[in-house]
DNA sequence: TCTGGGGTCCTTTTCCTT
DNA sequence: TCTGAAGGAAAAGGACCC
C-alpha cells in the first residue's frame, strides 16, 4: 500500500501570516463584532486585534501559528500561562462553524482525486492511492502537488502531505516539511530518516511512554529498534510492546478505514468557576440537565441509541472520576439519559467543589432503518 | 493564574456465574 | 454451605489523539 497523510493548515486572517496568534479561548461574539466594526474579516487592523496579555478568564489553545511557536507556545497550553511566554500574541476564537466548513471542503477535494479517505479529524486524512491512476508517478509526488494546487484553489488553505509504504510512516513524514510541504519516505528511507527522531513522534507514544522510555535509556526511535522485541514486551506488555518494536522498525499493516460507526457520544463542560455540590445545587442541576439534553439532541440527531450511561466529574484540586451503568434496553431521550445518570451521581462522593461535569453514552446501536448515506449526511 | 472538549483504545479491577 | 478457580462482562481509569 502507498499512504498519503494530508493536514491542513488552517488561518482564516491572510493579514497576520508570519505573526504570533494563538486559537482557542475568547467568545466568537467578540471577533463578529470587530469584523463587523471594520467592514469584514480582511479589514481588520493588526491592532485591533485582542492580544494575550489582556485576556482573562478560563481555556486552553487550540492551536498556534508558528511564530507563536517560537515562543514555546503550543497546542494544549493554558491561555494563562502562553500569556507570560508570549503576551503580545493575538488571541482569535475557536470558530467551530466555519472550521467544519472548510474542513468539508478540504476533504470533498481529496475524495474527488483519491476516493480512498480516512477521516482523522477536522484537518488530517489518511488516503489509500494504491488504486488512483498515476498515484506511483514520481513515488506519489506529482498527485501530492495536484492535491495541494486543489485544496489551495478551492479554500486558499496551504497543505502538508506525506507519502510513505504506510499510515505510520506517511504521518510522520507529512510533519517534516510544513507548512505547505510534500515529504515522501520510501521503506529503505526508515533508517536514515526515522532513526534518528525523537520516540515522542511516533503517532501513539504520548508524554508517558516517551518519559518511561527514556527512565529507560531509550530517546530516538533508532535506539528503540535497537532493542530485542521480547525484552520491550517484558518492559510495556505484549501488545504495547510488540506494536512499540514493529513501530520502530517502521512497520505498519493497518488498513486505510473509510467508514467507522461511532462507540460512543457524549458532553462535558468545565464551569466559569468551580462549582460546590451541595453550595450550587441547583446551578449544577441545570446544567447536568443541559448535557444530558445535548446528548439526547445528538443521538436522535445521528440516528443512535445507546445502553451504557455514564459521568464524568472533575474536582477543583483536578482529579478525576467516572461512573457508568449498562441499561437492559438502549435508549436516546433525555429523561431517560438524566435519570441514570442522576443515579450515578449518588455513587460519586460530593464532598469539594467541580469544575466540570459530563454525560457520555455508549454500547450504541442505530435507532432506525436511515442507510449510513443518510445518516452521515444529516449529521454534519 | 494553571490545565477544553470530543473521541478511541487499552489495561486493570470488580463482580457475577458456573 | 463454604471455598476456590476460571472466565466473561461490566466498570473504572488512564493514555493518547486532534
Do not use: H, N, T, W
Given at each position: 500500500m502507498d499512504a498519503f497523510f494530508a493536514s491542513v493548515e488552517l488561518l482564516r486572517y491572510p493579514q497576520l501570516k508570519g505573526l504570533p496568534v494563538v486559537i482557542g479561548g475568547g467568545r466568537r461574539?467578540?471577533?463578529?463584532?470587530?469584523?463587523?466594526r471594520h467592514g469584514?474579516?480582511?479589514?481588520?487592523?493588526?491592532?485591533?486585534?485582542p492580544r494575550l496579555k489582556d485576556y482573562v478568564g478560563r481555556g486552553v489553545i487550540t492551536t498556534a501559528t508558528y511564530a507563536a511557536r517560537q515562543f514555546g507556545v503550543g497546542s494544549a497550553m493554558g491561555l494563562m500561562k502562553a500569556a507570560r511566554l508570549?503576551?503580545?500574541?493575538?488571541?482569535?476564537?475557536?470558530?467551530f462553524d466555519e472550521i467544519r466548513r472548510y474542513s468539508r471542503a478540504f476533504k470533498d477535494t481529496i475524495v474527488e482525486l483519491a476516493p480512498v479517505?480516512?477521516?482523522?479529524?477536522?484537518?488530517?486524512?489518511?488516503?489509500?492511492?494504491t488504486e488512483v491512476p498515476g498515484g506511483q508517478r514520481e513515488g506519489g509526488r506529482s498527485l501530492a502537488r495536484l492535491i495541494q494546487r486543489s485544496i489551495f484553489e478551492r479554500t486558499g488553505l496551504t497543505c502538508s502531505i506525506g507519502v510513505a509504504p504506510n499510515k505510520l510512516i506517511a504521518k510522520m513524514a507529512s510533519e517534516f516539511n510544513k507548512p505547505n510541504g510534500i515529504s515522501i519516505v520510501y521503506e529503505h528511507d526508515v533508517q536514515s530518516l526515522i532513526w534518528p527522531l525523537a520516540c515522542r513522534k511516533i503517532n501513539g507514544i504520548g508524554p508517558k511512554s516517551d518519559a518511561r522510555l527514556q527512565a529507560l535509556g531509550i530517546q530516538t526511535i533508532g535506539?528503540?529498534?535497537a532493542r530485542e522485541r521480547d525484552w520491550l514486551i517484558g518492559q510495556f506488555g505484549p501488545a504495547t510492546g510488540a506494536w512499540m518494536h514493529a513501530a520502530a522498525w517502521g512497520l505498519d499493516d493497518r488498513p486505510v478505514v473509510t467508514h467507522s460507526e461511532p462507540v460512543s457520544m457524549s458532553r462535558e463542560t468545565t464551569f466559569e468557576r468551580d462549582l460546590h455540590p451541595r453550595h450550587d445545587r441547583s446551578e449544577l442541576g441545570v446544567i447536568f440537565t443541559g448535557l444530558c439534553e445535548r446528548v439526547a439532541e445528538d443521538l436522535q440527531r445521528k440516528g443512535y441509541q445507546g445502553r451504557t450511561i455514564g459521568i464524568k466529574l472533575r474536582y477543583d484540586d483536578f482529579r478525576s472520576l467516572t461512573r457508568d451503568h449498562t441499561l437492559p434496553q438502549p435508549i436516546c431521550d433525555a429523561g431517560t439519559i438524566r435519570q441514570a445518570a442522576g443515579q450515578l451521581l449518588k455513587r460519586v462522593p460530593l464532598d469539594r467543589r467541580l469544575r466540570l461535569l459530563g454525560v457520555r453514552v455508549s454500547s450504541m446501536?442505530?435507532?432506525d432503518g436511515k442507510s449510513d448515506i443518510q445518516s452521515d449526511i444529516q449529521s454534519d
Open positions: 461574539r467578540a471577533d463578529d463584532e470587530l469584523s463587523e469584514g474579516s480582511q479589514q481588520v487592523p493588526v491592532d485591533a486585534f508570549c503576551p503580545q500574541a493575538i488571541v482569535l476564537p475557536v470558530d479517505m480516512e477521516d482523522r479529524g477536522v484537518d488530517e486524512v489518511y488516503i489509500d492511492v535506539e528503540l529498534a446501536v442505530k435507532s
